[in-house]
């Protein structure tokens, strides 16, 4: 009996010690922690969707954005040179009136004076007219980088016309006062 009761215990030991090793190479998959997995993973799925679609929209309002300020760049540059040219023409009427209203400007000195001026106005309007024509048609084919690029040399040019304008007529004053200050001198009464 003794000798039965010790070979039962080892069957057992042996059985017990046989269903583990069998045990450790078999996977146990716990449902609940699978199905909660897939659950996650859709769920991270729809929001990269989202996040792509995000980046898409955010793309797309960078690059409006972009299209506004060449727009907003564009008008102002547009602006600027209009200014400087109704500046560029209110400072030839004003100062051409007052040069050729003078005295001392002789009639021959009219034509050339006034050619002058008019010469500096009539490249101010082909100027505009030619800025009027590239804004309004794609001719030329130019980007927004480009149109803006070639309105801010138009308005320096303007600025520039600006200049000229204002030294000519300096030029013509300085020389109406001088020939005033001759006419003083020769026609001044002297008392001896």
């Known amino acids: 009996m003794k000798f039965k009761k010790k070979i039962v215990g080892l069957i057992l030991v042996l059985s017990l010690y046989a269903m583990n090793s069998a045990a450790q190479g078999m996977p146990v998959y716990d449902n609940t922690n699978f199905i909660s997995l897939a659950k996650s993973l859709i769920e991270s799925a729809k929001q990269t969707s989202q996040l792509l679609q995000t980046v898409k929209f955010l793309k797309e309002q960078k690059e409006r954005i972009e299209q506004v300020n060449a727009v907003v760049k564009q008008l102002s540059a547009v602006k600027a040179l209009y200014k400087n040219n109704q500046r560029l023409y209110n400072l030839i009427q004003d100062d051409l009136r ?3 209203n003078s005295p001392h400007i002789k009639p021959e000195e009219v034509l050339r004076i006034s050619e ?3 010469a500096v ?3 101010s309007l082909e100027d505009l007219d030619f ?5 309004s048609s794609d001719l ?3 980007t927004d980088a480009e149109r803006a690029i070639f309105l801010n040399e138009k308005e320096e040019e303007s600025k520039q016309m600006v200049v000229e304008v204002t030294l000519k007529a300096k030029r013509y004053k300085d020389i109406i006062a001088f020939r005033d200050l001759q006419y ?3 026609n001044r009464e002297t008392d001896y």
């Open 98 to 100: 007052d040069i050729l």
């Open 116 to 118: 002058s001026f008019e």
């Open 121 to 123: 106005i009539n490249k």
């Open 131 to 135: 800025v009027s024509q590239i804004l």
């Open 140 to 142: 030329l084919k130019m």
């Open 184 to 186: 003083r001198i020769n």
